[in-house]
């Protein structure tokens, strides 16, 4: 009812939880426009549970940003790529920005998600 309630507002609809790996189809059917996906779930396995339309953000484990860049690079290319090409993913954390992240780190993690080719 909550999603039906602000359908006119134009604004997207984005039905996101943690450690909801198991109930994704629901939150689709919840009525919807995007299901966020925590970092638990591979995005090519939320995928496949939700369909090929489905329209998905995350799920780059906030954890990763506290590490080494070149992991981090690696973790971003991972999820990018898990992605499939499909033209339906917002690129996000799996969850919130914890505190201790540097902000350069989420500025490089942006350009490289911008860097990544449209549909690769």
Known sequence: RVFEGVVDTGVPRI??????GEI??????AGSDVVGVDWRVPLDEARRRLGPDAILQGNLDPAVCLGPLEVIEAEVADVLAR???HP???FNLGHGVLPEIDPAVLERIVAQVHAFPLGA
């Open 15 to 20: 039905h996101f939880g943690v450690g909801t």
């Open 24 to 29: 994704l189809p629901l939150m689709a059917d």
């Open 83 to 85: 992605n499939g090409g």
């Open 88 to 90: 339906g993913h917002v």
